[in-house]
């Protein structure tokens, strides 16, 4: 029922830069706090960058000063982009949605992921 379906991930060179979106469906979104994690093989999962349901931001340092993520509540829709792209970045990209408010805080929502690859 409720769905976050990924979108714009593939191939870059390094420095190049990249857009994903990750659109939702079935929930308030607005009332959802957002998240890009990332999965590279042999690693665990990792949080890439957060933006709450009233727009603040976090960025792990991996991606601080390239990556920035936004939301538009109007297109149920979080953004990563991505800029100066290093081979280190190649992984799986997945959108997570939690619930920031009552009723909705136990809810907690993941997408199918989308691969970015950087070669070397």
């Known amino acids: 029922q409720v769905q976050l379906v990924e979108s714009g991930g593939g191939l870059v060179q390094p420095g190049g830069s990249l857009r994903l979106s990750c659109v939702a469906s079935e929930i308030i979104f607005r009332h959802y706090n957002m998240a890009w994690y990332r999965q590279a093989p042999g690693r665990q999962r990792e949080l890439v960058a957060t933006?709450?349901?009233?727009?603040?931001?976090n960025y792990a340092d991996s991606g601080k000063g390239r990556f920035t993520i936004s939301r538009d509540n109007a297109k149920n829709t979080v953004y990563l982009q991505m800029n100066s792209l290093k081979p280190e970045d190649t992984a799986f990209y997945y959108c997570?949605?939690?619930?920031?408010?009552?009723?909705?805080?136990?809810?907690?929502?993941w997408g199918q992921g989308t691969q970015v690859t950087v070669p070397s």
């Open positions: 997570n949605a939690k619930g920031g408010v009552f009723p909705y805080t136990r809810d907690d929502f």
């Open positions: 933006i709450t349901h009233i727009g603040l931001t």
